[in-house]
Nanobody
């Protein structure tokens, strides 16, 4: 069983911050890698950040320097702290879990940056 549930999206003003959370605790195993991707309307899904069970982190170019990813292995959860958001960050943000064989996705949470 795999279940990834995102929360924390919403409307934020330019320059603001949001913290996204992904709860994978109902999944039957702990993911080797958890991460966040985003997809803006009419564009492809792009990597924001990933973190492995042993804490190795990778940040994509799109939000590097403005985001921090963290995870709690015991709870099978991953968070994404996003700062200094701009209108270009408006997108659906997806939680991703990877178990060394397959990718799994949550339903996504909308982030809208607008004044």
């Amino acid at each position: 069983q795999v279940r990834l549930v995102e929360s924390g999206g919403g409307l934020v003003q330019p320059g603001g911050s949001l913290r996204l959370s992904c709860d994978a605790s109902e999944s039957s195993f702990t993911f080797y890698k958890l991460g966040w991707y985003r997809q803006a309307p009419g564009k492809q899904r792009n990597l924001v950040a990933t973190i492995t069970m042993d804490g190795r982190i990778f940040y994509g170019d799109s939000m590097k320097g403005r985001v921090t990813i963290s995870r709690e292995n015991a709870k099978n959860m991953v968070d994404l702290q996003m700062n200094n958001l701009g209108p270009e960050d408006t997108a659906v943000y997806y939680c991703n879990g990877y178990d060394n064989e397959s990718d799994y996705w949550g339903q996504g949470t909308q982030v809208t940056v607008s004044s």
